[in-house]
């Protein structure tokens, strides 16, 4: 599936085409490569193919005259940083796919996919298809504007690629997921192999800043948790390059609050809440700075904030006591939350926000 992709190096934006090791000899390539893929014309650049996943980072280059990376070397550090932690967690997740399976896209989701009895259209009845209890009414809202996903070339921004598993059992062309964790890719395919739409999955190891993709080569863009990781004076224009006319993105990220910045301030350092991926290097988005950026790339980009005190406590419910609600439920009671937040005028409060762009 990688080859009919339209590869470009992330560093000159060259078209890249499938090749044979030899095709560069006296290069240092991974022991498990087995095709490279290589720029076009003089001085070739070349990236390997592991196991059939194009690996398409800066230090994954060769070539004669590699130019540096656009985006600072300290973001190149944090992402190798941060590697170390996303590979070790999704090879767990492996490891036990069937339990992986299960939690990372939904228990009702799972049963009926295996059973062949999905409902439709995506993303409705959301109460299948939405799977994040913290995010429900955020993650719906980013659903619904990526609706309809039939015959789309879709791409998750991260994460593990159940959500891009999600766009190929809702009828995408192709679907696939962009992370600088090899290991998120392999649990990607092992999803999507165990839902039987392996064929029409892929993966790349690249990141946000650098999405080595032509322009216009994709018709969706979904991110959970994801954007506030990335440079976003490179992402969102990244973003912008790829997307087709008309082609939509969603983002769902989480925001800075006071309640937030209390549980950080007690636990004495910058501590992700309740979760599991602490030394992982956050970037707080500021939304009025995110819309400016998104506005100048984008035809349309629009914002839903929610998740106040009450989705803190859900959260906590969730993963520290094992106890939390349907994210249906959930979704309903962050959207009754969200209506007193607005009437009270403490919009301040809100913890969690969709990102909506069309281009």
């Not at 130019?67 to 997740?93: C, F, K, T």
């Not at 879709?154 to 690629?161: H, V």
């Not at 891009?164 to 962009?178: R, S, T």
Request: glycine residues 10%.
């Amino acid at each position: 599936m990688f080859t009919e992709l339209p590869w470009t190096c992330p560093l000159t934006g060259r078209p890249l085409a499938p090749a044979p090791p030899a095709a560069m000899p006296g290069l240092s390539w991974p022991p498990a490569a087995d095709a490279l893929l290589v720029t076009e014309g003089p001085d070739p650049i070349g990236y390997p193919v592991v196991d059939g996943v194009p690996i398409l980072t800066v230090e994954a280059a060769r070539g004669r005259a590699v130019p540096p990376s656009p985006v600072e070397a300290g973001r190149h550090e944090e992402i190798r940083e941060e590697v170390d932690i996303y590979d070790r967690l999704a090879a767990a997740d492996r490891a036990r796919i069937t339990h992986a399976r299960r939690r990372l896209l939904g228990r009702r989701l799972d049963q009926l996919a295996r059973r062949g009895a999905l409902p439709g259209p995506f993303p409705d009845p959301p109460g299948v298809w939405v799977d994040s209890v913290g995010s429900a009414d955020t993650q719906e809202a980013a659903y619904r504007h990526l609706a309809p996903l039939t015959e789309t070339r879709f791409l998750q921004l991260g994460g593990s690629g159940s959500h891009a598993v999600k766009a190929l059992l809702a009828g995408a062309e192709c679907a696939g997921v962009l992370t600088p964790s090899f290991e998120e890719v392999q649990l990607g395919r092992a999803l999507a192999d165990s839902f039987g739409v392996g064929h029409r999955f892929f993966g790349v190891v690249a990141i946000g800043e650098l999405i080595p993709l032509a322009d216009g080569a994709l018709d969706r863009v979904y991110g959970g948790g994801c954007l506030h990781h990335t440079a976003i004076e490179h992402s969102v224009p990244a973003l912008a390059r790829v997307l087709a006319p008309e082609g939509r993105a969603a983002f769902v990220d989480p925001l800075q609050n006071p309640i937030y910045r209390a549980w950080t301030g007690l636990a004495g350092r910058r501590a992700r809440f309740c979760g599991d991926e602490e030394g992982t290097h956050d970037h707080p988005l500021d939304l009025d700075a995110l819309r400016a950026l998104a506005g100048r790339h984008f035809a349309g980009a629009e914002v839903y904030a929610s998740g106040g005190p009450l989705r803190y406590g859900v959260v906590f419910a969730a993963r520290a006591l094992n106890l939390a609600p349907r994210p249906r439920t959930a979704a309903r009671l962050f959207r009754a939350e969200r209506a007193a937040l607005d009437r009270l005028g403490l919009q301040r409060l809100y913890g969690n926000f969709a990102l909506l762009l069309t281009r």
